[in-house]
């Protein structure tokens, strides 16, 4: 494939899975700001290895170059230095959830520990099986559905206490 058509089928690809990928990279990271940040630096690296990936497992390594972008984000000394001055004021996605529920329950996300909220992210907001949860955070299929468990159970609780 000639450097153009590589080139072309990563405008495409990024263009088409953009929104979808930003929404991973917010489940994943808590925080808006950071997940741009996280999502411009994997697809720099997504773009760098274009040329190595396979276009039907494109959106599986995208997925992994999230969590460890953010790992990386995360594992920065100077992280704490970097402040947003527009924390907060990002347009949310259109849901058929009433706002009330949708605040409890991103609330309630952002509230469990990274690898119950990554699991539960990639889980059922991606719509991951749990082997390709699993692979995509390098964890056993087995401590997937255990944090999916745990994280479910902390996230019904919070939407049943919301409602009393």
């Known amino acids: 494939m000639r450097r153009e058509e590589r080139e072309a089928a990563y405008v495409e690809f990024v263009a088409a899975r953009q929104s979808h990928l930003r929404r991973i990279a917010h489940g994943v990271c808590r925080d808006a700001s950071r997940a741009e940040d996280v999502l411009q630096d994997a697809l720099v690296k997504l773009y760098v290895a274009w040329p190595r990936v396979r276009l039907e497992n494109a959106e599986a390594y ?18 704490s230095r970097e402040v947003s ?31 119950q909220r990554k699991v539960v992210v990639l889980r059922h907001w991606v719509g991951l099986s749990v082997r390709e949860t699993a692979q995509d955070l390098g964890i056993s299929e087995g401590t ?3 944090y999916c468990s745990r994280g479910l159970e902390k996230l019904q609780a919070a939407l049943e206490t919301s409602r009393s």
């Open 62 to 79: 995208t997925r992994r170059i999230i969590v460890r972008a953010n790992l990386d984000q995360v594992r920065r000394p100077f992280r």
């Open 144 to 146: 997937v559905k255990s």
């Open 85 to 115: 001055g527009l924390d907060g004021h990002d347009r949310g996605e259109e849901s058929e959830a009433s706002y009330e529920d949708r605040s409890v329950l991103h609330d309630a996300l952002r509230d469990l520990p990274e690898m």
